[in-house]
């Protein structure tokens, strides 16, 4: 909005030439959802409160730490939200296809998980809606999302999946990247749902991811930079960055009322909308390998519920005391502050290596 309003008086205030730029937006946005989450955090955790009484329930099969947090409320990934499109709103350019993409899926997914969440909360179990229901309307979404993503770039591009390390690997995938978009948007979207188990564990990582696709995106939508580092460029792209600052922002906002002892929790409504988010970037701007390295944690956590779930079907046996695998060694006897910083630690290693990507090839 401030681009439209803003930028056309550039040659009579040089000041306004900033909204010109990308990385200007970018900042702002981060700045703009930080504040939004301050302001309205407080706000909306005693309104959750007030609407939930017992807060989110706790499994009781869970490790016994988290019988302490009965009466915490769910559902902040609400302040994520609003904070995060409001933002984006803002600063991005409203004329670029790209973001309006990225913001329906993301508040699509968000209010899928506002959905499970009130179910839960109203029947007071652990369950929600029923997962197939979920999926299917995931899928619905994250299916009209990539048809508009290929009709925007409107090259062989836009359908083939890109490979890290190699300068001109592609494999054309055709009317199959559909599917295979699909279904990566869906799965980073309930990768980071799996994730979300422990006070600010899929927080920092997410944020993490959004600070490397907000630099990915800029650096591919830049003709000039994609040509240099040898990427696919992806014209408009670029404006990613600034949902991505917007994204960083909201992110650090909500872990302030999130870091242990949380006083919230983001609940589905928070972990689906940042998971698809992601996910819908990577496909955008054809990184959808490199997701799965810089997001490496979320896939490490997926991979430990299906080895757990396929084990125990199989041979009765379970491979690990308790899956997704950070409650695993809360079952061990780490501490919950010790396994948060820990996979903090390693999902920046993971982004750091995702990055390496730009420059090796």
């Known amino acids: ?6 930028s056309p008086f550039a040659h009579d205030f040089i000041l306004f030439n900033l909204f010109r730029y990308i990385t200007f937006r970018t900042g702002g946005a981060l700045l703009t959802s930080l504040i939004i989450c301050f302001v309205l955090g407080p706000r909306i955790i005693r309104w959750l409160r007030a609407k939930q009484g017992e807060g989110q329930p706790i499994r009781t099969d869970g490790p016994e730490t988290h019988l302490k947090k009965k009466g915490t409320p769910t559902m902040g990934g609400l302040m994520i939200l609003i904070a995060a499109v409001s933002s984006t709103l803002l600063w991005v350019d409203m ?29 007071r179990n652990v369950r929600g809606v029923p997962g197939k229901v979920r999926l299917a309307i995931q899928f619905v979404i994250a299916l009209a999302a990539t048809i508009t993503i290929i ?12 490979f890290p390390f190699f ?24 990768a980071v749902n799996l994730t979300d188990g422990l006070d600010g564990l899929a927080t920092v990582p997410v944020l993490i991811v959004a600070l490397c696709f907000g630099l990915i995106s800029y650096l591919v939508g830049n003709m000039m930079f994609a040509n240099y580092l040898q990427l696919h460029h992806v014209p408009g792209a670029g404006e990613l ?8 922002g909201a992110c650090l906002g909500f872990l302030w009322y999130n870091a242990p002892p949380a006083q919230v929790f983001m609940g589905d409504t928070g972990s689906l909308a940042l998971g698809s988010a992601i996910g819908s970037i990577a496909v955008i701007i054809k990184h959808e390998i490199v997701l799965a390295i810089i997001g490496g944690l979320f896939v490490v956590e997926t991979l430990s519920v299906i080895i757990q779930v396929a084990s125990f079907k199989l041979t009765g046996k379970r491979v690990f005391r308790m899956a997704p695998l950070h409650h695993h060694f809360e079952k061990l006897g780490w501490s919950e502050p ?6 903090w630690i ?6 750091l290596i995702g990055l390496s990507t730009l420059k090796l090839r």
């Open 1 to 6: 909005m401030l681009y439209h309003l803003l």
């Open 95 to 123: 004329a670029n296809a790209y973001s309006w993409v990225v913001l329906f899926v993301t508040i699509g997914f968000g209010l899928v998980g506002f959905a499970d969440d009130y179910q839960k909360l109203t029947k």
């Open 151 to 162: 009709r925007i770039g409107g090259t062989e591009q836009a359908t083939a999946l890109a």
């Open 167 to 190: 300068k001109d690997m592609t494999l054309q995938l055709g009317a199959l990247f559909v599917l295979f978009a699909a279904f990566v948007i869906v799965g980073a979207s309930n």
């Open 241 to 248: 960055a600034v949902f991505c600052g917007a994204l960083v």
């Open 338 to 343: 010790t396994v948060v910083i820990r996979f």
């Open 346 to 351: 390693i999902a920046c290693v993971l982004a």
